[in-house]
Each structure stands twice: as structure tokens, then as C-alpha cells.
């Protein structure tokens, strides 16, 4: 059993079967396999050499539904499960994943955000090293994408989308940004599809 309160919340409204296996695989998680749940931002670290796993979007979902269909509510997963659907759902159905670039004055913490769910979108309560991440994307009223970032460090976030792809550095403390391509004067097309670039 393991200490729920400790674990990303996933946000991912139209998947209610997959978040609940999410929370279904950690509450029957054994903690004495070895492998500890704060560990997960582990599982969504990236580099130049792990760019092949950001197509694994497609397979992540069979899998998850997969898993759903293996083990219905009331059968609980394996007590080995959880460790693998948080990986699947968070990097590549989410689509988070962590980087540090190297930056003069030391590291700078990157997210790659790769957007193809339907939002409401995120993740709250991810740790990271010491600290502790929240992201949301939502639609405004008047469209575009809206991303509620709390990060008690500053962050160089890029949230790429089917058509765009935004980069933003991100300020310590709670903030909300709007991201559209309208009132952009910075926007790029590079093979056709537009990016916005710091």
C-alpha cells in the first residue's frame, strides 16, 4: 500500500477508466519490490537520445486500455503495475517529460510538454528533486490555450501541439499564461507548421 497523498495527480478528464486505474495500481502497489514512488519523475526525464519515445503515444493508450480491460474494478492490478501505468500516462499520454539544459549559471529545468489530449489537461503534485510541480492546460473563453504553472523554480517550458509549438520561460511562484498565435509577432513556420519561439 502505498501513501496516495505522495502521488502526481493526473488530470485527464475524458480517460476516467485510466485515472482510475492510475489510483487502482498505487493502491496496490507492494513498496517492498524495491522501487519507490517518488522516484517517479525519474520515469519522465528525456534527452537528445530518448527523442523516439515521444511517438509512443498511440502504444501507451492500447496499452492502458489494455491494462483497463485485464483488470476491471472490483479486480485490483498487480501489486508490480503501478510504477509502469504512471510512466505510460504521465510521459506519453500526458505527454511530460524533464529535462536540465545546461545554462551558464548552472541548470535550467526544461519541461517538453507534447499536448494531444483533449484538455483539461495536467498534472498537480509532481516532485521533482525537492520540489514540487503543478501544470494544467485549459482553453479560455476566447480561445487559445491556457497553462497554469506552480513551480517554486523557474522553468523554461515547451508545450508543443499538433500545429505549434510554444516556448515560454516561467517564473518562479503560481502563474497563468495565455497562448495564442494571433497576437504573436514572433511566430515561425519551420516545415510547414508554426512555432513560437522565446
Same mark, same amino acid.
Given at each position: 500500500?502505498?501513501?496516495?497523498?505522495?502521488?502526481?495527480?493526473?488530470?485527464?478528464?475524458?480517460?476516467p477508466?485510466?485515472?482510475?486505474?492510475?489510483?487502482?495500481?498505487?493502491?496496490?502497489f507492494?513498496p517492498?519490490?524495491?522501487?519507490?514512488?517518488?522516484?517517479?519523475?525519474?520515469?519522465?526525464?528525456?534527452?537528445?537520445?530518448?527523442?523516439?519515445?515521444?511517438?509512443?503515444?498511440?502504444?501507451?493508450?492500447?496499452?492502458?486500455?489494455?491494462?483497463?480491460?485485464?483488470?476491471?474494478?472490483?479486480?485490483?492490478?498487480?501489486p508490480?503495475?503501478?510504477?509502469?501505468?504512471? =510512466? *505510460? @500516462? %504521465?510521459?506519453?499520454?500526458?505527454?511530460?517529460?524533464?529535462?536540465?539544459?545546461? !545554462?551558464?549559471? +548552472?541548470?535550467?529545468?526544461?519541461?517538453?510538454?507534447?499536448?494531444?489530449?483533449?484538455?483539461?489537461?495536467?498534472?498537480?503534485?509532481?516532485?521533482?528533486?525537492?520540489?514540487?510541480?503543478?501544470?494544467?492546460?485549459?482553453?479560455?473563453?476566447?480561445?487559445?490555450?491556457?497553462?497554469?504553472?506552480?513551480?517554486?523554480? =523557474? *522553468? @523554461? %517550458?515547451?508545450?508543443?501541439?499538433?500545429?505549434?509549438?510554444?516556448?515560454?520561460? !516561467?517564473?518562479? +511562484?503560481?502563474?497563468?499564461?495565455?497562448?495564442?498565435?494571433?497576437?504573436?509577432?514572433?511566430?515561425?513556420?519551420?516545415?510547414?507548421?508554426?512555432?513560437?519561439?522565446?
Open positions: 500500500m502505498t501513501d496516495l497523498a505522495q502521488l502526481p495527480q493526473p488530470i485527464l478528464d475524458h480517460r477508466a485510466w485515472i482510475d486505474l492510475y489510483w487502482r495500481a498505487w493502491a496496490a507492494d517492498s519490490l524495491g522501487w519507490d514512488p517518488t522516484h517517479l519523475a525519474d520515469s519522465l526525464r528525456v534527452s537528445a537520445d530518448d527523442a523516439n519515445l515521444l511517438d509512443r503515444h498511440e502504444a501507451a493508450q492500447v496499452q492502458l486500455d489494455a491494462w483497463c480491460a485485464r483488470f476491471p474494478p472490483p479486480h485490483a492490478p498487480p508490480d503495475l503501478a510504477p509502469q501505468v504512471a =510512466a *505510460l @500516462l %504521465l510521459a506519453h499520454v500526458i505527454g511530460v517529460q524533464l529535462s536540465k539544459v545546461d !545554462a551558464p549559471d +548552472g541548470h535550467v529545468r526544461q519541461i517538453l510538454w507534447h499536448l494531444r489530449e483533449p484538455v483539461p489537461v495536467g498534472i498537480h503534485n509532481l516532485t521533482w528533486d525537492d520540489y514540487t510541480i503543478s501544470l494544467l492546460a485549459d482553453h479560455p473563453k476566447g480561445g487559445g490555450l491556457v497553462v497554469n504553472i506552480n513551480s517554486p523554480v =523557474a *522553468l @523554461l %517550458l515547451e508545450i508543443i501541439t499538433p500545429h505549434t509549438t510554444f516556448v515560454e520561460f !516561467a517564473a518562479p +511562484g503560481p502563474q497563468t499564461l495565455t497562448l495564442t498565435v494571433l497576437d504573436r509577432t514572433d511566430v515561425q513556420t519551420n516545415s510547414g507548421t508554426p512555432s513560437i519561439m522565446l
